[in-house]
């Protein structure tokens, strides 16, 4: 299924072997790395990117989240090429991070006071380590299956198949890949997502050495898991009595749901909150924030000196607050804001992921779609997917191979691998949508011939 896409992208190939030379993989970040090998794009544009071949693609994948807008919005550039103009980073803070975070505050129901980073990665990892200075406790609670960055604390129990993970009422902490260190397994243990009772255990078990549960509101670092019969309200109850830290990581949710995020959508108010990707509308842009008294582990307590920092959580970093990120994310939150883009992209989230179950039912093939608003995955098999678990059991050769041919037919729904998902943007029209549903339907009918 690789060879159509292979004959549309000689440049593509030729960069790629030139790229191999200077990188491993060949790939900035290993999640670019696909077969039979990534394209070049030269240009984006609203709900289309171009490749080095001049093929033109219906984006979908959107940067894996964070272009909310549809890509090169004319506010976010602009407002990117004032910012470079007028002051680049300074040491100093510039008020239009102060105006950033106090949109964030009054956007988001459970941060009263935030910091800003760069990335998800560096959110959650000080997310973390905010709540272990909070509670004096180092373990950490984390669904296995779910994505939280790829800190060494993050990368514990995710792409796990059966065999590491081991039962699953009591999954097993497993480090993702080589480097890190065997120690770190300790200080954090997995629950099973949409399992309140198992997850009930687990959590009893450890409560008194526990400082966080760190969770995505919807698992879409698993395809689509959607919450379940009440879980998260569950995880609520259950943090506040166990006295643990609830942090909702929203990276992959957080502006994108809803004008309050995942939270918002959902009436569930955590204790922190991580966010990055549609914050910054294609900028890096990454932050944690939560209760006031929580966030107050940053700052030095009232007996000693403000620029000493031995009793207090650490959190630092040369870019964090960059003017032109923070430019960028405030001109995406206005638009947010001001115009009706979460009504639009969850319209057309709906005619997409309606759309396609329809196209693979038309064709006969098994496969179920799971999607909230703008956000969700095709699984190639026709069971329900409740839990991560239940994902081994959805045919995910067959899905790279309907994504390859969908992405030689001319539409990017997300990249291979089904532990993605994919998203509308503010630009995609319902002709556009349309379009993309006959090339998944021809992509359909193609792994179908097998
Ligand atoms: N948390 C979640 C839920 C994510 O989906 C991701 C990235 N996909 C991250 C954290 C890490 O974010 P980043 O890639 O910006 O480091």
């Not at 950033?100 to 941060?111: A, G, K």
């Not at 309050?260 to 990055?276: E, I, K, L, N, Y």
């Not at 729904?413 to 630009?427: D, L, V």
Request: aromatic share 8%.
């Amino acid at each position: 299924h690789s060879r159509r896409l292979r004959e549309q992208t000689p440049k593509s190939e030729q960069l790629h072997e030139r790229a191999a030379e200077v990188t491993p993989l060949g790939v900035e970040s290993n999640v670019r790395s696909f077969d039979p090998y990534p394209f070049y794009v030269e240009e984006t544009s609203g709900s289309t990117v171009t490749d080095i071949d001049g093929n033109e693609y219906l984006d979908f994948l959107l940067a894996l989240g964070p272009i909310i807008l549809g890509h090169n919005h004319p506010d976010v550039t602009s407002a990117v090429k004032a910012q470079a103009e007028r002051a680049d980073l300074t040491a100093t803070p510039q008020r239009i991070a102060i105006e950033f975070m106090e949109r964030i505050v009054e956007m988001t129901p459970s941060i009263e006071q935030v910091r800003l980073a760069n990335s998800g990665t560096e959110a959650t990892m000080h997310a973390i380590r905010t709540a272990r200075s909070y509670t004096g406790n180092d373990l950490i609670a984390k669904p296995e299956g779910g994505y939280a960055g790829a800190h060494d604390y993050a990368l514990m129990s995710v792409y796990a198949d059966e065999e590491a993970l081991g039962p699953k009422e009591r999954p097993n902490t497993v480090s993702y890949g080589t480097g890190i260190p065997d120690v770190v397994e300790d200080t954090v243990v997995a629950i099973p997502f949409n399992d309140k009772e198992n997850t009930e255990a687990v959590l009893r078990e450890h409560a008194d050495d526990l400082a966080a549960v760190i969770i995505e509101p919807v698992m879409f670092s698993a395809g689509c898991l959607k919450p379940q019969d009440g879980y998260h309200e569950f995880l609520r109850e259950l943090t506040e009595e166990l006295d643990i830290v609830l942090i909702w990581d929203e990276v992959m949710t957080g502006f994108r749901l809803g004008p309050a995020s995942a939270q918002g959508r959902f009436g569930v108010t955590p204790d922190m909150t991580t966010f990055a990707k549609a914050a910054g509308g294609g900028y890096q842009v990454g932050g944690f924030g939560g209760k006031r008294e929580i966030m107050a582990e940053i700052e030095p307590p009232e007996d000693e000196d403000a620029e000493s920092w031995h009793s207090s959580a650490f959190h630092g970093g040369t870019y964090n607050g960059h003017p032109v990120s923070c430019a960028a994310g405030l001109a995406t939150l206005d638009v947010l804001q001001n115009e009706d883009v979460y009504e639009h992209i969850d319209r057309m989230g709906e005619r997409l992921f309606e759309g396609l179950q329809e196209v693979a039912d038309d064709v006969g093939l098994p496969v179920n779609v799971q999607y909230v608003g703008s956000m969700g995955q095709v699984y190639m098999t026709d069971h329900e997917i409740r839990h991560y678990r239940d994902t081994w059991h959805a045919n995910s050769e067959q899905y790279a191979d309907w994504w390859r041919e969908a992405a030689a037919g001319g539409a990017l729904f997300g990249n291979p691998m089904q532990s993605e998902r994919f998203f509308t943007t503010y630009t995609h029209s319902e002709e556009e949508i349309d379009r993309a549903l006959s090339i998944a339907e021809d992509a359909f009918n193609e792994v179908n011939h097998e």
